[in-house]
């Protein structure tokens, strides 16, 4: 019974590529993030949205757009894929909006 | 915004060792959280603790808030404890998380 659950795991794309990567989460939490790590392991924000409306969007280039269709989903969608792109991308979900709560296993992008 | 200082960067221990990370913050805030991220990525949350202190099994942790910082003890290592711990903290009451660099801990057998 996972939590938040992200899909694919791994993603390996060329560059100038179009890709999705999905997140869903079974708590019934009211906010759900996005996150990205770096080859350094730094973890940043990205996007949170409660109630499917978004409510932080830090210093993120526009080829990436969240969609919320629910508040039990929020999917990640990246155009024109560039090599800087590579990373993990973390999905997690709480019941406030203080960031506390559980995160997905990450999905690896890898664009070459 | 709010920095957030982990201690040490890199930490190898013997099997059975006993070990303490540390984490400074710089602001005022309302929650902490300790994770333990394996090597093969996956990110678990070990502890929610804005104050006080908390045990679960091996480990535990002191949060003090009045003094930025937060401690993190891990008794009698094993080597599935090697990965790294991470500490974050929500800046202010309704925002997501701030997370340290981490401490990339190795236990060896």
């Known amino acids: 019974d996972t939590a938040v659950s992200q899909t694919p795991k791994y993603l390996v794309t060329q560059m100038g590529n179009d890709k999705s990567i999905k997140c869903e989460q079974n708590?019934?939490?009211?906010?759900m993030y996005w996150y990205k790590q770096d080859s350094k392991k730094f973890l940043k924000i990205m996007f949170s949205y409660n109630n499917k409306e978004l409510i932080i969007n830090e210093t993120v280039p526009n080829r990436f757009s969240p969609k919320s269709p629910d508040k039990a989903h929020l999917n990640l969608h990246i155009n024109s894929l560039e090599l800087g792109d590579s990373a993990v991308y973390f999905c997690?979900?709480?019941?406030?909006?203080?960031?506390?709560?559980?995160f997905g296993q990450g999905t690896r992008l890898t664009v070459v | 915004g709010i920095q957030v200082e982990q201690s040490p960067p890199d930490l190898i221990l013997q099997e059975g060792a006993n070990s303490t990370l540390r984490c400074n913050f710089s602001?005022?805030?309302?929650?902490l959280q300790w994770f333990h991220q394996n090597p093969w990525g996956q990110l678990i949350n070990l502890f929610y603790?804005?104050?006080g202190t908390k045990q679960n099994g091996r480990l535990s942790a002191t949060t003090v808030a009045t003094e930025r910082y937060s401690l993190l003890y891990i008794s009698s290592s094993q080597t599935t404890d090697s990965g790294v711990y991470f500490c974050a903290v929500p800046p202010q009451g309704n925002t997501p998380l701030v997370f340290g660099k981490g401490t990339r801990l190795s236990v060896i057998a």
């Open positions: 997690a979900s709480s019941q406030d909006s203080s960031g506390s709560g559980l």
């Open positions: 602001d005022s805030v309302n929650n």
């Open positions: 708590l019934g939490h009211d906010t």
């Open positions: 603790i804005p104050s």
